[in-house]
């Protein structure tokens, strides 16, 4: 049966008024597609992101323990013998009074401590945590035997178990 409105000529009978389940399911999966299509650049962004603001942490803390480190002289009267490592003066962090005193200072429990040995209480610094190392080098055309008036101070962050930055500085008894 055909009924004429004006121009527009309509039929009418059944299943013809709207979608059918098949179509509605085809529709469906190109509008999920099309969704997780638009939403992955900004997931992919965010995590970038995050990592990015990891790693400026990491620099940020890194830099100030090697600050704090090369406060210090390579050698001082107070402390004459050659070990790396504090020595009995230096009973903490605070009192370190040279730079080989760091050797095998780390932070292992994953937290950030400020020179006075307390947590850093920053939730942007949560799972982070710094190992110093100091060796005595040696470079070519330096006098023999003088094997103790240059170090090397390596700083390390790390994020979980994974080293994020190294901060590596040469320092010698005459800084």
Do not use: C
């Not at 098949?22 to 962004?45: F, H, K, M, N, R």
């Not at 990592?51 to 100030?64: N, P, S």
């Not at 490592?85 to 994953?110: C, I, M």
């Amino acid at each position: 049966m055909r009924t004429h409105e004006g121009n527009v000529s309509r039929r009418r009978g059944p299943g013809l008024g709207g979608f059918t389940l098949a179509e509605a399911l085809v529709a469906s999966l190109v509008l999920a597609i099309v969704a997780a299509s638009a939403t992955l650049p900004l997931v992919a962004g965010e995590q970038q992101r995050q990592e990015a603001d990891k790693l400026k942490y990491a620099v940020q803390i890194g830099q100030a323990l090697m600050a704090e480190v090369l406060a210090r002289p390579l050698a001082t009267a107070a402390v004459s013998d050659k070990v790396l490592g504090p020595s009995g003066l230096e009973t903490s962090r605070k009192s370190y009074l040279n730079v080989d005193a760091f050797h095998g200072y780390q932070e292992s429990d994953g937290v950030v401590k400020s020179y006075d040995g307390n947590a850093i209480a920053d939730s942007s610094v949560e799972g982070f945590w710094r190992r110093v190392s100091v060796q005595y080098v040696t470079f070519s055309g330096q006098v023999a035997g003088d094997i103790y008036s240059l170090a090397l101070v390596q700083v390390d962050v790390y994020h979980g178990s994974t080293r994020l930055v190294r901060f590596s500085r040469v320092v010698s008894v005459a800084e």
